[in-house]
């Protein structure tokens, strides 16, 4: 987890400072790398339970001068173990409710192999009832070696038609003309979404589309040229 992390921190953080009001949540990090957002959770919510899945033990290995690792102040508990073995043990039956509160999938599913990662999204609603997942929208680090590399690109619809909803920038009136931003006008295209039973509407600082209106904005284009205010 590196890549999107400036760019997500705001609308997760925001999204979250309106709408969790759990003061304990139990928190799910998939592929928690450094641990830096076990570190933020903890630095919020205090309280919280902070769990982890990392495929790479090393990731925990102490800096030179240190006696612990960078996860072990983060996470009361972390799996090290490969994300496709252990997350499938982590879901619940689909009549029970989840055992998280929050999942955050960050800079991770790129990682997996496509089929892998569908799995993934699949049974992400039977392990955590919010779901925060980023991904690049370009194929980075196709060259890297081992766990730093990209082996899946994903689409907006990967997402929207599985029911999650997509942050966007605020849009911005120039010269009085108003339109959408995308995050790569900000010099980083990702696709950072949100899964679960909040609508965000009161998280006023960015645009939130859904499926529907995705699938009415592609109508509304295909009709012709025109100008929308969003």
Known sequence: MAHGFGACFSPIL????????????????????????????????????????????????????C?????DGAYDLVYY?????????????????PTYDVGLCLDVIEHLPTEDGHNLLELMPRVALHWFVCTPAVLFCADA?????HVSLWTEED????????????????GGVTGGREWEDFGWPM??????????????????????QASHSAA????????EAV
Request: proline share 9%; with cysteine; aromatic share 12%.
């Open 14 to 65: 925001s999204a979250w400072e309106r709408n969790l009001h759990d003061p304990a949540p139990l928190v799910l990090d998939v592929g928690c790398g450094s641990g830096i957002w076990g570190s933020i959770i903890k630095g919020f919510w205090p309280n919280a339970g902070v769990h982890g899945i990392e495929g790479l033990r090393s990731r925990n290995d102490p800096m030179p001068g």
């Open 67 to 71: 006696k612990t690792g960078p996860l």
């Open 81 to 97: 173990d490969q994300i496709q073995a252990r997350f499938p043990t982590l879901a619940t039956e689909r009549n029970e409710p």
């Open 145 to 149: 070696e081992g766990y730093d590399r």
């Open 159 to 174: 997402f929207l038609f599985r029911g999650f909803k997509l942050f966007k920038p605020r849009a911005i009136t120039l």
């Open 191 to 212: 696709i950072l979404a949100y899964r679960g039973p909040w609508d965000l509407a009161n998280v006023s600082d960015y645009r939130i589309t859904s499926y529907a």
């Open 220 to 227: 509304h284009n295909a009709g012709g040229p025109h100008d």
